[in-house]
């Protein structure tokens, strides 16, 4: 396993060996020794399914109170992911990475607790699998509006085929939004 930061602090690329054959392939979706070993160690406290149609975007989702450390990966299909630091003390304040996700591509994105997360589903029938370091908790929970002209997040999905659900669409501009110390 290797664990590789991003441009943005705290934000980290967990790559794990995809070993394959006629068969198909193998991977260890999570070790929590070799995070460990990488400097990561979290509780997690709840694992999330969900499978989307696509062009599905989810988020731009955080929980305010009993925030969330999130561990993703893609189990079928593809997604466009991505991460917006809301901590108003980083150096990377209201930026963004998106990356995408593939299924058997060995790669999980880990999001400490201070992010806004979201993804676009960019194959039919993808299945998004995420660990989290606390339950949901519905009484902190907030959305960033997915097309807020501010973080200039380069979609792959045209605004007019985007599929949301009704809380993704009333979600609230950056300028408005609840941010972390």
Same mark, same amino acid.
């Given at each position: 396993?290797?664990? =590789?930061?991003?441009?943005?602090?705290?934000? &980290?690329?967990?790559?794990?060996?995809?070993?394959?054959?006629?068969?198909?392939? !193998?991977?260890?979706?999570y070790?929590?020794?070799? &995070?460990?070993?990488?400097?990561?160690?979290?509780?997690?406290?709840?694992? =999330?399914?969900?499978?989307?149609?696509? =062009?599905?975007?989810r988020?731009?989702h955080?929980?305010i109170?009993?925030?969330?450390?999130?561990?993703?990966?893609?189990? *079928?299909?593809?997604? @466009?992911?991505?991460?917006?630091?809301?901590?108003?003390?980083?150096?990377? !304040?209201?930026?963004?990475?998106?990356?995408?996700?593939?299924?058997?591509?060995g790669?999980?994105?880990?999001?400490?607790?201070?992010?806004?997360?979201?993804?676009?589903?960019?194959?039919?029938?993808?299945? @998004?699998?995420?660990?989290?370091?606390?339950? *949901?908790?519905?009484?902190?929970?907030?959305?960033?509006?997915? =097309?807020?002209?501010?973080?200039?997040?380069?979609w792959?999905?045209?605004?007019?085929?985007?599929?949301?659900?009704?809380?993704?669409?009333?979600?609230t501009? @950056?300028?408005?939004?609840?941010?972390?110390?």
């Open positions: 396993m290797r664990v =590789n930061e991003t441009s943005i602090p705290g934000l &980290l690329i967990v790559q794990v060996p995809v070993f394959r054959d006629e068969r198909g392939y !193998f991977q260890e979706a070790r929590r020794e070799s &995070l460990q070993e990488a400097g990561v160690d979290i509780d997690w406290r709840q694992d =999330n399914l969900s499978v989307s149609a696509r =062009n599905v975007i988020g731009l955080y929980q109170a009993r925030p969330q450390a999130k561990l993703v990966q893609v189990v *079928h299909g593809a997604v @466009f992911d991505v991460a917006v630091d809301l901590r108003k003390s980083s150096p990377t !304040f209201g930026q963004h990475l998106g990356i995408e996700l593939k299924a058997g591509d790669r999980a994105l880990l999001i400490p607790i201070g992010f806004a997360h979201g993804f676009a589903a960019l194959e039919p029938a993808t299945t @998004f699998l995420y660990k989290v370091s606390d339950s *949901h908790y519905p009484e902190g929970e907030r959305t960033i509006l997915w =097309n807020d002209p501010q973080l200039q997040i380069s792959p999905i045209q605004p007019e085929d985007a599929i949301l659900s009704e809380k993704d669409r009333r979600g501009l @950056f300028r408005s939004a609840d941010l972390f110390s």
